[in-house]
């Protein structure tokens, strides 16, 4: 079963422009995690933080965690045509499952 | 982190006949997962394919109807079984490593016509 939902289903920005996707939990985490998956092929690993820690940051990747809200944000700056993808939010349970969200599918224009 | 070598690619299969996955590993990892991805969704964990034992099955799959061996650290297959149509998916597996986190297969899509 799927952990938790994602918002927006979709989303379409023009290039430069911020995009900001949030994912929304159930159970008990270790972790929150988020990916990326261009077209339908293999998940590509962004970012990962941990249920003691707030906020994260990757190059131009930030992201948010608030336990007491079970919700999680992903913020993409600056985006680019590459960043057409699928991105998904996965928890990791206390016995190691990756569970993951609905997804938002970004759409980047040049 | 791990490489991993899932095959076939792709396959169009038809009705009532059985599909075996392959995910080979390039290092000897404890935890190998089994996801199934239906067309325009998000991953759903099937099973968490146990070393020498019977895999762990999430609600909604059964063993009759994705086997799933595991004979060693490094290897794994799922098999979907008596397909139909609605089982037409992306199935990928994943493994876990401490120091590197979760590494993905590149997927077999599945046509079941």
């Known amino acids: 079963s799927q952990q938790g939902e994602e918002d927006p289903q979709a989303l379409s920005i023009q290039e430069g422009e911020n995009a900001t996707m949030n994912c929304s939990y159930k159970t008990s985490i270790n972790n929150l995690q988020w990916y990326r998956q261009n077209s339908g092929r293999g998940l590509v690993h962004l970012i990962l933080i941990r249920s003691n820690e707030r906020e994260k940051h990757s190059g131009r990747l930030r992201v948010t965690l608030d336990t007491s809200k079970k919700s999680s944000s992903l913020l993409i700056t600056a985006s680019r045509a590459a960043d057409t993808a699928s991105y998904f939010c996965a928890t990791v349970d206390s016995w190691g499952k990756l569970q993951f969200g609905a997804g938002t599918q970004v759409v980047v224009t040049p | 982190s791990a490489v991993i070598s899932q095959k076939p690619s792709r396959d169009i299969c038809q009705r009532g006949t059985s599909l075996t996955i392959q995910c080979q590993v390039d290092s000897q990892v404890t935890m190998m997962f089994w996801y199934r991805q239906q067309p325009g969704q998000s991953l759903t964990l099937i099973a968490t394919a146990n070393q020498g034992s019977e895999a762990t099955y999430e609600s909604g799959f059964v063993i009759d109807k994705f086997p799933i061996s595991r004979p060693n650290l490094t290897f794994s297959t799922l098999t979907v079984s008596n397909m139909s149509p609605e089982d037409s998916s992306i199935y990928l597996c994943?493994?876990?490593?401490?120091?590197?986190?979760?590494?993905f297969g590149s997927g077999t899509r599945l046509t079941v016509v």
């Open positions: 994943s493994v876990v490593q401490t120091n590197y986190g979760y590494t």
